[in-house]
């Protein structure tokens, strides 16, 4: 049996707007019904694997667990990044997680927000490397270049490592090539696309890795044994876990060894990186044309229309067009030019715009709220509160606030009064004022908040009681 560990971090900010900060593309249902994450998970829950271990940045934490509970998966672990570490130090965290309670573990290694439609090859491969990884080697799972792809990492094939031949050394990986150059990898029929696919012993990657960095371990070993559970999280301890190097998998381990090995795969692969890739998986109509939400289409081929905001975004007569209008913003581009999604984040991160990095819909354990309007001392949200979930005690220095139902029951703690809103309903919390918002009824509970005060922020919360073990010795702010 195999231990997959599957990496929840990254921004997916090639994807912008629909993916941001807060709500990253593993967390979407993007070619299909379920989010990217459970797409992955559902790929290895069957009795040749146990439940996966999963590794994700702490503001992350409850979308993971809810997306998980609502497809009935039970992970082996829920690991809390600190701090952003990239793949190295997420992934040798959960190795070692592993390696605690068996020390002879094959790990497979995945990533949250790929698409794979062939598991079958994927299965085969997994079986074809096995005697492979028992020899020590850290076995990387290679996409067949079929096309000059500028967005994926290359590996370079060297000799046969078995008799049949399709497991064979690496000789280099290469960073995202220019056109001219993967066109020049495609020629050679040596190189795959890079799907960031590994699998390996627990111990050779530990006996690799010490070799090459034994300080590197350390700080892993530490931030294991020093961690701290939390509900149904593991937080890996902060000092260890922010001494480890931000350094990819590939650069920290797989450049740096002789024991790398690649097995080409065909399983239909897809990273969904960018605006292209998802156009590229998703079902098209006769002319090539992708429609997400409310849209229109005439006389276009190869483009690609994406509305969840309201409003009709209506495309004629272009060719290979990206047109997304979603939670505020629009993006407009081209297929070929999709891939600098990520260089107009930068841009809009360096001009100070980083709220438009950020989703209005926020979410939270107990539901969600998107602000509606802001202005000079007032800021107005819609909240939503699923069947059974209730806010945290808390009180504000700097405002009150005022709620309005618009549907469901909400029961209402203020001060020394417990009483209960239903539609058309609303009560006035006055600064100061201590107060819980709690849904005891089987129907999510919508309501109007209108906040007024000088500060109108998320960090005026000071919480009393919360059931979801949010405290201050984690962290503050946050509903």
């Known amino acids: ?29 993007l070619y299909s019904k379920k989010p990217l994450i459970i797409d992955t998970a559902e790929r290895v829950n069957h009795p040749e694997f146990y ?20 497809a009935g998966i039970v992970p082996r672990g829920i690991l809390l990044e600190p701090v952003a570490r990239s793949t190295a130090a997420a992934i040798l965290s959960a190795v070692y997680s592993i390696f605690r309670d068996d020390a002879d573990a094959t790990i497979l290694v995945m990533p949250s927000d790929h698409s794979i439609e062939n598991h079958e090859s994927l299965f085969k491969a997994l079986k074809d ?21 500028i967005g994926y990492g290359y590996i370079e094939a060297g000799e046969p490592l078995n008799v049949e031949g399709n497991v064979k050394s690496v000789t280099r990986f290469h960073e995202k090539p220019d ?33 090459i960095d ?63 890739s998802l156009w590229g998986v998703s079902n098209k109509d006769s002319n090539g044309n992708v429609s997400v939400g409310n849209t229109a289409i005439l006389d276009c081929s190869g483009s690609l229309a ?27 581009t081209t297929r070929d030019q999709s891939e600098k999604v990520k260089l107009l984040v930068d841009q809009l991160k360096v001009s100070g715009r980083e709220s438009y ?68 309903q609303s009560t006035y919390l006055p600064l100061g004022t201590v107060h819980r918002l709690e849904n005891q009824e089987k129907v999510p509970l919508v309501l109007i908040e209108v906040q007024t005060g000088e500060v109108l922020s998320e960090d005026d919360i000071v919480r ?3 059931i979801y073990g949010r405290n201050a010795h984690f962290e503050n702010g946050m509903m």
């Open 129 to 149: 490397t096995t005697s492979t990884a028992e020899l020590g080697k850290i076995i990387t799972f290679g996409i067949q270049a079929i096309s000059p792809e």
């Open 357 to 424: 990095l950020q989703a209005r819909t926020i979410y939270r354990p107990w539901g969600s709220y998107r602000t509606l309007d802001t202005g000079n001392g007032y800021l107005v949200k819609r909240i939503v509160v699923k069947p059974g979930a209730r806010l945290s005690l808390q009180y504000h220095h700097h405002r009150a606030e005022h709620w309005v139902v618009v549907s469901g029951t909400a029961r209402v703690t203020s001060g020394e009064n417990v009483y209960d809103l239903k539609q058309n």
């Open 51 to 70: 439940a996966p271990t999963v590794v994700c940045n702490v503001d992350h934490r409850f979308l993971v667990g809810e997306s998980f509970a609502e």
């Open 214 to 276: 034994s300080e590197f371990i350390k700080n892993v070993i530490h931030s294991v044994e020093k961690s701290v559970s939390d509900l149904d999280f593991i937080r890996l301890d902060n000092s260890s876990f922010s001494a480890l190097p931000n350094s990819s998998f590939d650069v920290a381990v797989m450049e740096k060894t002789t024991e790398a090995a690649v097995v080409q795969v065909d399983m239909n692969w897809s990273d969904i990186g960018s605006w292209h």
């Open 306 to 332: 994406w509305n969840d905001d309201g409003g009709v975004t209506a495309l004629i007569g272009v060719e290979d067009l990206i047109v997304v209008v979603n939670d505020g913003s629009v993006l407009v």
């Open 179 to 211: 056109v001219k150059t993967a066109t020049e990898y495609l020629e050679t029929g040596r190189y795959s696309w890079n799907s960031g696919i590994f699998m390996f012993k627990a111990e050779a990657l530990f006996r690799i890795v010490d070799a």
């Open 464 to 466: 009393l009681d919360d």
């Open 1 to 29: 049996m195999i231990y997959p560990i599957i990496l929840s971090g990254g921004s997916g900010s090639r994807l912008w707007p629909i993916s941001r900060v807060s709500r990253p593309k593993q967390f979407l249902s």
